[in-house]
Nanobody
């Protein structure tokens, strides 16, 4: 059974940092791009960061560029977004996802999803 398990969410003050983790299990994710989405109340789910299998290509939404950094450790089947300079607007449920192939497939063709972890940023 394939699982993506997120961890590391919580409450942080504006300007603070959080590092989320997504551990994948149940199969090898060789050739899969991994990404992080977020969904705030009343808003659509949005891809905020993505990384290719080899780590050579990354994607960031404009709203997080310069503040978020995504990385992965394929030996551990884990992907990490480091989130710095957090703002109240970053408050959302964050989801990990995997899509076979290139990063662009994360936008509409994710094969696997995690359950989500709540990130709350207080002003």
């Amino acid at each position: 059974q394939v699982q993506l398990a997120e961890s590391g969410g919580g409450l942080v003050q504006a300007g603070g940092s959080l590092r989320l983790s997504c551990a994948a299990s149940g199969r090898t994710f060789s050739g899969y791009s991994m990404g992080w989405f977020r969904q705030a109340p009343g808003k659509d789910r949005l891809l905020v960061a993505g990384i290719s299998w080899g780590g050579g290509s990354t994607y960031y939404a404009d709203s997080v560029k310069g503040r978020f950094t995504i990385s992965r450790d394929n030996a551990k089947n884990t992907v990490y977004p480091q989130m710095n300079s957090l703002e109240p607007e970053d408050t959302a449920v964050y989801y990990c996802a995997a899509a076979q192939g290139r990063i662009y497939r994360l936008q509409t063709m994710c094969d696997y999803w995690g359950q989500g972890t709540q990130v709350s940023v207080s002003s």
